[in-house]
Nanobody, 121 residues
């Protein structure tokens, strides 16, 4: 089970920190990621944290968003700064098993329910 929290409404230029409770997935067996889905649009990838703690970001997130995890609290976080109206979306936490054959992340098929982020301009 993945459970997101931390969403809300903020003015443009503001910050939010999203959290995802991910017991059972904060270990070397899984990759973790954030996705988002603006209303009326398809879901899009935001950021990934691999089982080797390697991070990657979508172009729109680079320099503004930071993905991290807390092993003790079993949580994944997404710190979002300099938010703009284009960041308004439902944000999802996702997990993918480690593919021991390829050494990469498998398909992200474990999802939370999402947390809404609304940025007013």
């Amino acid at each position: 089970q993945l459970l997101e929290s931390g969403g809300g409404s903020v003015p443009a230029g503001g910050s939010l920190r999203l959290s995802c409770a991910a017991p059972g997935y904060i270990d070397s067996e899984y990759c973790l990621a954030w996705y988002r889905q603006p209303e009326g649009k398809e879901r899009e990838w935001v950021s990934t944290l691999t089982f080797t703690d390697k991070t990657s970001y979508a172009d729109f997130a680079k320099g503004r968003f930071t993905i991290s995890k807390d092993n003790a609290k079993k949580t994944l976080s997404l710190q979002m700064n300099s938010l703009n109206s284009g960041d308004t979306a439902l944000y999802y936490c996702a997990a993918a098993p480690r593919d021991w054959v390829t050494g990469r992340c498998s398909t992200f098929d474990i999802w939370g329910q999402g947390t809404q982020v609304t940025v007013s301009s």
